[in-house]
T-cell receptor
Framework: DVKVTQSSRYLVKRTGEKVFLECVQDMDHENMFWYRQDPGLGLRLIYFSYDVKMKEKGDIPEGYSVSREKKERFSLILESASTNQTSMYLC?????????????FGDGTRLSIL | DAKTTQPTSMDCAEGRAANLPCNHSTISGNEYVYWYRQIHSQGPQYIIHGLKNNETNEMASLIITEDRKSSTLILPHATLRDTAVYYCIVRVGTNAGKSTFGDGTTLTVKP
């Protein structure tokens, strides 16, 4: 089974802190994604990566950056955390898009910014 | 990616089949239909996907109409653990595999 592991289930940080969310997948997938999920807004794509050191902006990249130095690891960085970034963050991975294979998700990190 | 429409909520009796509909009337010929579910406080779980033929796996069956404008996810013998939000997604593979999740259907399985 595909395993996508997010480093923390719950995280509390303060406004202005630099926050790192880590995600690791064990299926050698090329694609990795970061979403945030908020009530009434569904899942919104922040960034995705289709290869090591490659990244593409999603629908809401402002205030975030990402890093993919190794194929299995995709990090989401909140450069200066703000209260409006309090949310559930979900990481996903998949084979290349042309394969039409599904994404697989981690269990999420519930991040609170105080 | 095509837009999907799902009912906001549905109930199902434990042990009975749960049939969850999804409308995707603007689907393109190369777009697949995917179903996921999300149990409270967990990440979305992949269930099944298909292009135009009906599909079945150990979790569920997917019935896609001949014109591909709608589909139905069938959980043959629903249990209380199937209570979750179910998402129907339509996307084309060349879109880098990104998925657009709407509000989904909240399925409540009752004893």
């Amino acid at each position: 089974d595909v395993k996508v592991t997010q480093s923390s289930r719950y995280l509390v940080k303060r406004t202005g802190e630099k926050v790192f969310l880590e995600c690791v997948q064990d299926m050698d997938h090329e694609n990795m994604f970061w979403y945030r999920q908020d009530p009434g807004l569904g899942l919104r794509l922040i960034y995705f990566s289709y290869d090591v050191k490659m990244k593409e902006k999603g629908d809401i990249p402002e205030g975030y950056s990402v890093s993919r130095e190794k194929k299995e690891r995709f990090s989401l960085i909140l450069e200066s955390a703000s209260t409006n970034q309090t949310s559930m963050y979900l990481c996903a991975s998949s084979p290349p898009g042309y394969s039409n294979q599904p994404q697989h998700f981690g269990d999420g990190t519930r991040l609170s910014i105080l | 990616d095509a837009k999907t429409t799902q009912p906001t909520s549905m109930d199902c009796a434990e042990g009975r089949a749960a049939n969850l509909p999804c409308n995707h009337s603007t689907i393109s010929g190369n777009e697949y239909v995917y179903w996921y579910r999300q149990i409270h406080s967990q990440g979305p779980q992949y269930i099944i996907h298909g292009l135009k033929n009906n599909e079945t796996n150990e979790m569920a069956s997917l019935i896609i109409t001949e014109d591909r404008k709608s589909s139905t996810l069938i959980l043959p013998h629903a249990t209380l653990r199937d209570t979750a939000v179910y998402y129907c997604i339509v996307r084309v593979g060349t879109n880098a595999g990104k998925s657009t999740f709407g509000d989904g259907t909240t399925l409540t399985v009752k004893p």
